[in-house]
């Protein structure tokens, strides 16, 4: 399979032993357009016979996320590849919920949707110039996430004593980033303490908390004269103090820690119909968190 004229005569039952290879081919083709039209046409190809389109489906969600200012087709393609994932996953033993496309649209469906409800400055990142910066932001979540915990890197204290100034604000920022980060390896390495069938989502609710008390230590650090506030409050502090400025990993970060703390109070998430907050989600927000603090220590002249 050299060309997608060669993709396109094949047999649609051998296609699963070959994606790497059309990834290849697709991925040659000089233009966003050009991949997205290819992988339209191997989407229809394959439509009319008995094997999963999961892979083309997630190609194009993926495309049309970092490609196209409305999130509508990228959603609605991830939507379709997780519904070849549910039909089709358990035949090759993969678990659906844990597969590309629900990881995928547990980090971007309702997020996007919050920031685009807004209508403030958190609904400007969805806008150019601003946009390429927080969907790279969450695809290098999505993307970092899919490593082990005990491959993820990570940060020590001394990253915290540089990016932290007061000593009780340091302190607590350690104890919840290494906290969650000790319970997602519990989840992951042993299990012998916690049931992945019953505490999964209340515990990566509880991590997602944790991380966002570290995301509060960081500005609360920045804000001398502002303490005992929300989170919210203290991101609206930030904002107005020219802390958090639209288009940076940090605004991203402080919207998905929004966005994802209300699921603590048990009507948001009870309202929630998919794509819950699951332990992946909970490792993605470390891997922003640690992509900001990254940023903090080496800063951008």
């Not at 190809?45 to 990228?74: C, E, I, Q, T, W």
Request: aromatic share 10%; glycine share 6%; hydrophobic share 40%.
């Amino acid at each position: 399979m050299s060309k997608i004229d060669d993709i396109l005569k094949s047999d649609p039952l051998l296609f699963d032993a070959h994606w790497k290879e059309i990834d290849h081919v697709v991925g040659a083709l000089k233009t966003p357009q050009e991949q997205i039209t290819a992988w339209e046409a191997i989407a229809d190809y394959l439509k009319p016979h008995p094997v999963s389109k999961g892979h083309p489906f997630f190609r194009l969600g993926h495309m049309y996320l970092v490609n196209d200012p409305d999130a509508a087709k990228a959603i609605n393609y991830l939507e379709l590849a997780y519904q070849e994932d549910v039909k089709y996953g358990p035949d090759s033993g993969q678990t659906p919920h844990r597969m590309g496309a629900y990881r995928l649209l547990a980090l971007t469906k309702g997020f996007i949707e919050y920031l685009d409800a807004r209508k403030n400055w958190e609904t400007e990142q969805l806008s150019p110039p601003h946009r390429p910066i927080v969907i790279r932001t969450l695809l290098a979540v999505y993307d970092r996430s899919l490593a082990h915990i005990l491959d993820l890197e990570g940060h020590t204290y001394q990253s915290f004593f540089a990016v932290i100034q007061d000593k009780g604000l340091t302190r607590f920022a350690i104890e919840n980033y290494f906290c969650a980060e000790h319970l997602i390896e519990l989840f992951f390495v042993s299990g012998a303490h916690i049931s992945r069938d019953t505490d999964e989502y209340p515990l990566s609710r509880s991590i997602v908390g944790l991380f966002g008390g570290v995301l509060e230590a960081i500005l609360a650090d920045r804000l001398p004269n502002v303490r005992g506030r929300t989170l919210g409050n203290l991101i609206t502090k930030a904002k107005d103090a020219g802390i958090i400025k639209v288009g940076t990993k940090l605004a991203a970060l402080s919207s998905m820690m929004l966005y994802l703390r209300n699921h603590v109070h048990p009507d948001r998430d009870a309202a929630r119909t998919a794509y819950f907050i699951d332990i992946n989600v909970a490792k993605g927000c470390k891997v922003a968190l640690d992509l900001v603090i990254a940023d903090l220590l080496h800063p951008t002249p």
